[in-house]
Antibody, heavy 121, light 108 residues
Framework: QVQLQESGPGLVKPSETLSLTCTVS????????WTWIRQPPGKGLEWIGY???????NYNPSLRSRVTLSVDTSKNLFSLNLSSVTAADTAIYYC???????????????WGQGTTVIVSS | EILMTQSPATLSVSPGEGATLSCRAS??????LAWYQQKPGQAPRLLIY???TRATGIPARFSGSGSGTEFTLTISSLQSEDFAVYYC??????????FGQGTRLEIK
């Protein structure tokens, strides 16, 4: 079955760029909506954005000026870049798959285990 | 942005009993609503999409209902593994996709 695995630095300095990758295994990256979601410590879930396998994307307006998503279909992975980070960006970052259910493309049926990113000097 | 409000924040229920969790949207989201379960240290798991359709492998004791602005997740005969935090999510009006703040279901 499809599995997702996030990877990237666990510690990022303030004002720098957070970069994470989500590797898709057990299935193709094609035809799905690949999403990033984060969860600050002890808090709820925040949608960051999605990228379709074709490269089209959409972001949370609250983060749009700082977020870039990309996809590499040849390597079956997609990536998140979040610039100018502050302590408020400290969170568990999850990647997830949407689009398995045609009428519910943003119901996310497969999730990575999550990776903790701390923003601190 | 659509605001999703879940109630109660915490629900205490005994194993074997049923539980009803509520989710309200600040404006209509039609039936574009999902429910997730999250256990400590784990990623969320999709339970329900389309307000009432169980995802693959989800037990029949989980059921969802509602449309528009009012939604309910009902869990009949609670098992020990059901005690967790539950989130609703709307995907009708985006960006952004938005989640409720969660309901913690705890053992009474």
């Amino acid at each position: 079955q499809v599995q997702l695995q996030e990877s990237g630095p666990g510690l990022v300095k303030p004002s720098e760029t957070l970069s994470l990758t989500c590797t898709v295994s057990g299935g193709s990256i094609s035809r799905y909506y690949w999403t990033w979601i984060r969860q600050p410590p002890g808090k709820g879930l925040e949608w960051i954005g999605y990228i379709y396998y074709s490269g089209s994307s959409n972001y949370n307006p609250s983060l749009r000026s700082r977020v870039t998503l990309s996809v590499d279909t040849s390597k079956n992975l997609f990536s998140l870049n979040l610039s100018s980070v502050t302590a408020a960006d400290t969170a568990i970052y999850y990647c997830a798959r949407g689009g398995f259910f045609p009428a519910a493309i943003f119901a996310m049926d497969v999730w990575g285990q999550g990776t903790t990113v701390i923003v601190s000097s | 942005e659509i605001l999703m409000t879940q109630s109660p924040a915490t629900l205490s229920v005994s194993p074997g009993e049923g539980a009803t969790l509520s989710c309200r949207a600040s404006q209509s989201v039609s039936s574009s609503l999902a429910w997730y379960q999250q256990k400590p240290g784990q990623a969320p798991r999709l339970l329900i999409y389309g307000a009432s359709t169980r995802a693959t492998g989800i037990p029949a004791r989980f059921s969802g209902s509602g449309s528009g602005t009012e939604f309910t997740l009902t869990i009949s005969s609670l098992q020990s593994e059901d005690f967790a935090v539950y989130y609703c999510q709307q995907y009708n009006n985006w960006p952004p996709i938005t989640f409720g703040q969660g309901t913690r279901l705890e053992i009474k």
